[in-house]
């Protein structure tokens, strides 16, 4: 288990590195919204910068569904949160952005719940089969939840619904790619049928367009260093609540060790809610070192 959750670090890693690069390019490319969705989307694939980023994304996505296949979702979910301290150092540094003290204390408590999490493992975990009208549920309450943030004018024009929005259907993706993958292994016949014929895999995809959607507008709205470790915490936290849920992921009879996996997911919302009351726009001109760079034609 340990390899596998390993492989969910270098996973957040490379989505890391991937969302730098799209965020490079958030003040050279128009937002997303209405009608213009579709050819928005179409303009943004056409620039190499940002479509690089999707790919390295793509890879890191990759190693997530292999870690996921393996491990239980609501570890997997916490120790994908690594990628949020690579981030916040690249933004300081290319972006000109700053972390304040209270946004510093919620990477802390991140890490601090990896931790945990890392000491714990020695005593294992169980995990039951999908209950699916749970996840259905989960998804439904998880999406009026995502609509009341937009129908906030304050969180819309600060970029943070955009964010959270954008959290909650990664997260939910991250529950579709477990139920996807339990359902393949269990199947019989040709793999590109199993894959085909199951509707979590068209679940999957959706919530992960609808999320990059979102998060690359929040891009241009708000600081990357609010916004990513935001929308990180939570796609990892639907996981670990929906892991519990659907998946009968229990906490293991140790006491010490349920004790220890109980702060480090309790940490991940603590943290997620500093980083949420830490919102700041963006100033009308930035003063990053990429994007005083010339845009890429």
Same mark, same amino acid.
């Given at each position: 288990?340990?390899?596998?959750?390993?492989?969910?670090?270098?996973?957040?890693?490379?989505?890391?590195?991937?969302?730098?690069?799209?965020?490079? +390019?958030?003040?050279?490319?128009?937002?997303?919204?209405?009608?213009?969705?579709?050819?928005?989307?179409?303009? %943004?694939?056409?620039?190499?910068? %940002? !479509?690089?980023? #999707?790919?390295?994304?793509?890879?890191?996505?990759?190693?997530?569904?292999?870690?996921?296949?393996?491990?239980?979702?609501? #570890?997997?979910?916490?120790?994908?949160?690594?990628?949020?301290?690579?981030?916040?150092?690249?933004?300081?540094?290319?972006?000109?952005? +700053?972390?304040?003290?209270?946004? %510093?204390?919620?990477?802390?408590?991140?890490?601090?719940?990896?931790? !945990? !999490?890392?000491?714990?493992?020695?005593?294992?975990?169980?995990?039951?089969?999908?209950?699916?009208?749970?996840?259905?549920?989960?998804?439904?309450?998880?999406?009026?939840?995502?609509?009341?943030?937009?129908? +906030?004018?304050?969180?819309?024009?600060?970029?943070?619904?955009?964010?959270?929005?954008?959290?909650?259907?990664?997260?939910?993706?991250?529950?579709?790619?477990?139920?996807?993958?339990?359902?393949?292994?269990?199947?019989?016949?040709?793999?590109?049928?199993?894959?085909?014929?199951?509707?979590?895999?068209?679940?999957? #995809?959706?919530?992960?367009?609808?999320?990059?959607?979102?998060?690359?507008?929040?891009?241009?709205?708000?600081?990357?260093?609010?916004?990513?470790?935001?929308?990180?915490?939570?796609?990892?936290?639907?996981?670990?609540?929906?892991?519990?849920?659907?998946?009968?992921?229990?906490?293991?009879?140790?006491?010490?060790?349920?004790?220890?996996?109980?702060?480090?997911?309790?940490?991940?919302?603590?943290?997620?809610?500093?980083?949420?009351?830490?919102?700041?726009?963006?100033?009308?001109?930035?003063?990053?070192?990429?994007?005083?760079?010339?845009?890429?034609?």
């Amino acid at each position: 288990m340990l390899l596998y959750l390993l492989l969910a670090v270098a996973a957040s890693t490379l989505l890391a590195i991937g969302l730098l690069m799209m965020k490079s +390019r958030a003040a050279f490319l128009p937002a997303a919204r209405g009608f213009a969705i579709v050819s928005t989307v179409f303009t %943004w694939l056409r620039d190499p910068v %940002w !479509l690089g980023g #999707m790919l390295v994304q793509t890879a890191g996505w990759s190693l997530y569904v292999t870690a996921v296949s393996h491990a239980p979702v609501s #570890m997997v979910a916490v120790m994908m949160q690594g990628g949020i301290a690579l981030f916040v150092l690249c933004s300081a540094f290319f972006f000109g952005e +700053r972390a304040r003290l209270v946004e %510093w204390v919620g990477i802390a408590a991140i890490v601090c719940g990896m931790i !945990l !999490l890392s000491v714990s493992l020695s005593a294992g975990t169980s995990q039951g089969e999908i209950d699916n009208r749970r996840v259905i549920f989960l998804s439904v309450v998880l999406g009026l939840v995502a609509v009341a943030g937009f129908a +906030r004018r304050d969180l819309a024009r600060s970029g943070v619904a955009q964010a959270v929005g954008s959290g909650i259907a990664f997260g939910l993706a991250g529950l579709y790619t477990k139920a996807t993958t339990d359902a393949v292994a269990a199947g019989s016949g040709a793999l590109v049928i199993l894959i085909i014929a199951n509707p979590w895999v068209y679940a999957m #995809m959706a919530a992960n367009i609808s999320g990059m959607i979102m998060l690359q507008n929040s891009f241009q709205q708000a600081r990357a260093i609010i916004t990513m470790p935001l929308s990180s915490a939570l796609s990892n936290l639907v996981p670990i609540a929906g892991g519990m849920l659907a998946f009968g992921e229990n906490l293991p009879k140790d006491h010490v060790a349920a004790m220890m996996r109980v702060a480090a997911f309790s940490l991940t919302i603590v943290a997620s809610t500093m980083l949420a009351a830490s919102q700041e726009s963006l100033p009308a001109s930035g003063d990053s070192l990429l994007e005083k760079a010339d845009p890429i034609s």
